[in-house]
């Protein structure tokens, strides 16, 4: 992919005005309030897709004269949302009722996730998925796809005709589900190659090696996809790791040689920087270890995990570890398109395990945070000069409790975790993607 992208779009320059909360650290590493600096009139200026730069309303204005402005009142302007795992074929069966992990596989995702080797259905629900992320200002999603390639060619056409800068990968299986959704360690290999010399890097899309977990890949499949990964190191992989307490007891009876379920990846070389472990919950110490001197990045999917019943992320415990974590709606064994709800669920988690999390640290994780670990954070996730233009405007008193709640906000953090804790797709007053007002 080229390190200097042509302008993104020809949409004519404008500023966007608004509140700024932009970052200057990671809010885990100082204290969070002090990662941040607040600028009640701020402005975003926006040319040819790209953020060229944000500072006071006033001095932009005056250094800008002639560039129209879009004024958003109160409302809060930040990076486009990064949604770091999702399962874009899973969108018509969210909130289906009364399953663990495995169950709700067999009962619910693999029987929708055959019917999107139909290319209109797979279309369809592409564009409802993107009509629902956008909708709750996600600007950039990393989506497993079904095993067929004709639901990856399906998320890649409606996100390049929506200008969206995504990430998805054919999710591989072989064993372990039905029929008409396993590929074969080779086919997998053969396939995923294809659509990654097909997609990676055209526009704004890039493409993931995805072996959907363990159980459903053999050893075979994994160490085809491991070597995919070799020969293209500039790809994410993504999987999941560590869901279930039954599902690690699983892997366990699978690869009864393995020191633990990582080492299952580990030993296929499916262990590295540019790597995403969906979930990560439940994690032995040489577990942690070992991803951190990796430097692969862990996903946090908090409603999911309360939803199908899988346990408490340790982000206090793994972030202190130097891990890179991702914020992440895991639609549909999570329970929401929202990442404002999904990062209410990462407090609620918090606090169950004793460390709340601040209003800073999960807007961070939400933007900058996912997007760093996907390795995309110069490109998407801030406000810095030279990133692409995808922004959200937050309104902070969309509905009466938020607003009664807001209105006697003593500072910003109290202004903003109204809406965080309470707020969904009417807090969204406004979307950008590469400059345009979607
Ligand atoms: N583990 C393997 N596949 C899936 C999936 O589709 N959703 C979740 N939450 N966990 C998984
Ligand atoms: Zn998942």
New binding site residues.
């Given amino acids: 992919m080229s390190a200097a992208p042509s302008p993104l779009s020809t949409a004519p320059a404008q500023l966007i005005l608004g509140q700024l909360l932009p970052f200057h650290a990671d809010p885990f590493a100082v204290p969070p309030d002090e990662a941040v600096r607040h600028e009640r009139r701020g402005a975003v200026l926006v040319e040819g897709g790209t953020i060229r730069a944000t500072g006071a309303a006033d001095a932009l204005r005056a250094a800008h004269p002639q560039v129209p402005v879009r004024d958003m009142g109160e409302a809060l302007l930040l990076p486009g949302f990064v949604d770091a795992h999702v399962?874009f074929p899973?969108t018509g069966i969210i909130a289906s009722w009364g399953k663990r992990?495995i169950d709700?596989?067999n009962s619910y995702?693999f029987p929708e996730?055959m019917r999107l080797s139909d290319p209109d259905y797979a279309a369809a629900i592409a564009a409802r998925f993107f009509d629902l992320t956008l909708a709750n200002g996600t600007t950039t999603v990393c989506s497993?796809a079904t095993s067929d390639p004709v639901s990856v060619e399906a998320f890649f056409a409606e996100a390049a005709e929506r200008g969206l800068r995504a990430v998805a990968g054919k999710?591989c299986m072989d064993r372990n589900a039905p029929e008409g959704l396993c590929d074969t360690a080779q086919s997998a290999y053969d396939d995923s190659k294809a659509l990654l010399r097909r997609w990676h890097g055209r526009g704004r899309l890039e493409y993931a090696i995805t072996p959907?977990?363990t159980?459903?890949s053999s050893r075979e499949q994994l160490h085809a996809l491991g070597a995919l990964w070799r020969e293209h190191p500039d790809c994410l992989m993504q999987?999941?790791l560590s869901?279930?307490l039954d599902?690690i007891a699983w892997v366990k009876d699978l690869h009864p040689q393995a020191r633990d379920y990582l080492d299952t990846y580990e030993s296929a070389d499916l262990l590295g920087e540019r790597a995403l472990f969906?979930?990560a919950i439940h994690l032995a110490p040489r577990e942690v270890d070992r991803l951190a001197e990796a430097g692969a990045a862990l996903v946090h999917?908090p409603t999911?995990n309360t939803f199908?019943g899988?346990g408490l992320f340790d982000m206090a415990g793994l972030k202190a570890r130097g891990l890179p974590v991702a914020l992440a709606t895991?639609v549909?064994?999570?329970s929401s398109f929202s990442m404002l709800r999904t990062m209410a669920a990462a407090y609620e988690i918090g606090q169950l395990r004793g460390t709340p999390l601040h209003p800073a640290q999960l807007l961070w994780l939400a933007t900058e945070g996912s997007a760093r670990a996907m390795h995309m954070a110069d490109r998407v996730g801030t406000l810095a000069a030279g990133s692409e233009a995808d922004l959200v405007a937050l309104d902070l008193a969309s509905t009466p409790a938020i607003a009664q709640r807001a209105d006697r906000a003593a500072d910003i953090w109290e202004a903003v975790f109204p809406t965080i804790m309470m707020g969904d797709d009417r807090a969204i007053a406004g979307v950008w993607v590469a400059g345009r007002r979607q």
């Fill in positions: 399962h899973q992990l709700w596989l995702t996730e497993f999710t959907r977990f159980p459903t999987t999941h869901e279930q599902e969906g979930h999917c999911s199908i899988s895991d549909g064994g999570g």
